[in-house]
């Protein structure tokens, strides 16, 4: 697979995710969150350029896709993900209530997506 395709296969289980999830199937929102979660660790065995490809995510349509693929980027890209977690940590819902989650974990130092190493 491209990076590009990496990219694609990450996003679309994260919006495959949110709406099992939407469902009440926690089944299948996993099994699709062990696939982007695959397609991540995929585009970090290319080190700084999968990271890089990933980006282009946090400028996505969809909340979901953007704050995950943030999520995903706080160490590589920290100003760039911190403003797209803290703007929809603002708002009201199970994103909202997500994205403060990761920011407090990465204000604590327990952040541990894309490790260092």
């Not at 590009?4 to 099992?20: H, Y």
């Not at 089944?27 to 585009?43: I, Q, S, V, W």
């Amino acid at each position: 697979m491209t990076l590009d395709q990496l990219v694609e296969e990450f996003a679309t289980n994260v919006t495959a995710q949110t709406e099992a999830i939407f469902r009440g199937d926690a089944r299948t929102g996993n099994k699709h969150a062990d696939r982007y979660m695959a397609a991540f660790e995929k585009l970090r065995a290319h080190g700084d350029e999968g990271r890089e490809a990933l980006c282009v995510l946090l400028k996505h349509p969809s909340v979901d896709v953007r704050t995950m693929a943030a999520a995903f980027l706080l160490r590589y890209r920290t100003a760039e993900a911190k403003a797209v977690l803290e703007e929809a940590a603002r708002g009201k819902g199970l994103v909202a209530f997500e994205c403060q989650y990761t920011l407090k974990g990465w204000e604590e130092g327990t952040w541990a997506l894309d490790p260092d190493s």
